[in-house]
């Protein structure tokens, strides 16, 4: 058998040899990865502990520290921050590092700088951090000068009228060295603890004047130096000397109490009584109602010259009420006391479901529970209660009270006019 090659075909070619290149992989995961990277510093953490114990610690204390003092900083930059707890009317807030004016409310924080202006509709109450209350009146442009209070130092709360009226409210202060103080014009009134005084600063007449109404103040313009008592005031003329003088006391409120509810059968025609102790030098009282706290809404205004007297037209609701005395020679108090009532229409009680369960003591804050109807309103002690359940159930917290006895007073109405009225007795313990 004769074997032979085939031929190659004419004209073709030699096909080139093809390289091929392989690649092989293998997925991972970012969990595997953060798994990996943890246990290794789970392994270099252990041996670090072996190795150097020491080392070890100082870097965790370091670490702890600085998020401790990390959180230490953020709560006092919080409790260095004045704020509202009042806001009636236009009242307006321009921050110390910024040039426009925005509208206050609740949640906006004063420092060091920032500036206050109220309307002649506007009224503002300010506490700072120390528990310094300052009431802003209407017409009234003010700045924060001071606001610091940290651990085991002495606290600072200051501010400066340009114009309008402040009063200023100080609790027991923490530091002998504490300060609460109002500048207005070129004077100074530093306040003691438990104090309250009313500064007024008038620059079209080029005038102020500061009065103590509680407790005790020293006014400070230069080299003079003057301590006021209650109801004692000095006049801050501008480039004349300081003038000091006794005023007349405000009256002494005492019907309706603080947070009395008066139950009528028709409130717009039913008079309501109002009584005060008489002044004396006195010759005349005016009695005023308003819908407000810092009456930036007068509802009513009586003049009278005994110390009692009844006013009709009021619709059922929460009221203010408060006096001021005049004498012969026209001058007037500062104003009395406010105190807060409540007006409620008279309904059938038995159409009116309220129970009082039950009440427990939170230190010094009372709490109240109960039942009554679905979708009733209630008050207590003069405060709406702010959440009933759908089946009737509440609870409410009181502000805190004073040790002794107590009287709460709960009112409720109804849809179809029915209300109802409980008392129940609580003593807080010294």
């Known amino acids: 058998m004769i074997t032979q090659t085939p031929t190659e075909p004419p004209h073709t070619s030699a096909q080139p040899k093809i390289h091929r290149v392989e690649v092989y992989w293998t997925s991972v995961t970012y969990k595997t990865v953060i798994i990996y990277a943890f246990l290794a510093l789970a392994i270099i953490g252990g041996g670090v502990f072996i190795a150097f114990p020491n080392l070890y610690s100082r870097i965790v204390n370091g670490v702890s520290n600085a998020v401790s003092d990390s959180a230490t900083a953020s709560v006092a930059i919080e409790q260095n921050q004045a704020k509202f707890v009042n806001l009636d009317g236009k009242v307006q807030v321009k921050k110390v590092n910024s040039v426009q004016w925005v509208d206050a409310d609740y949640r906006t924080k004063l420092d060091k700088g920032d500036q206050i202006q109220t309307s002649g509709d506007g009224a503002a109450r300010i506490t700072f951090a120390d528990g310094t209350t300052y009431t802003v009146k209407a017409d009234t442009f003010i700045t924060v000068e001071e606001n610091s209070m940290g651990h085991e130092r002495p606290s600072s709360s200051v501010v400066s009228i340009k114009t309008g009226s402040v009063d200023l409210s100080t609790p027991s202060l923490a530091s002998p060295d504490s300060k609460a103080a109002v500048n207005v014009d070129d004077a100074t009134a530093q306040v003691h603890s438990n104090s309250r005084i009313a500064v007024k600063a008038n620059p079209d007449q080029k005038e102020s004047e500061i009065v103590v109404k509680s407790g005790n103040a020293e006014v400070k313009r230069g080299e003079e130096r003057i301590e006021l008592a209650p109801w004692q005031k000095v006049n801050i003329p501008t480039g004349g000397p300081i003038q000091k003088s006794q005023v007349l006391a405000p009256p002494e409120l005492v019907e309706p109490l603080n ?168 003593v807080v313990p010294k």
């Not at 009586?302 to 408060?322: C, M, P, Q, R």
């Not at 406010?338 to 010094?364: C, Y």
């Not at 805190?400 to 109802?420: C, D, F, K, Y």
Request: charged share 20%; proline share 5%.
């Open 259 to 426: 947070l009395a509810p008066i139950i009528v059968d028709n409130p717009k025609s039913s008079p309501v009584r109002f009584e005060w102790k008489p002044v004396m030098d006195a010759l005349s009282y005016t009695v005023r109602i308003s819908t407000t706290a810092m009456f930036t809404k007068t509802v009513k205004e009586a003049k009278v010259s005994g110390t009692n007297t009844e006013i009709t037209g009021l619709d059922a609701g929460d009221y203010f009420w408060n006096v001021i005395a005049t004498d012969v020679k026209k001058q007037t108090s500062e104003v009395s006391e406010t105190f807060k009532f409540t007006l409620v229409a008279q309904g059938k009680s038995q159409e009116m479901l309220l129970q009082i369960d039950g009440t427990q003591l939170h230190g010094r804050v009372a709490e109240i529970y109960g039942h009554t109807e679905p979708g009733a309103a209630l008050i207590v002690n003069g405060q709406p209660v702010a959440s009933i359940a759908p089946d009737g159930s509440f609870r409410h917290f009181t502000d805190a009270l004073e040790p002794g006895q107590h009287t709460i007073v709960i009112i409720g109405s109804n849809r179809r006019g029915g209300t109802e009225k409980q008392q129940i007795s609580i």
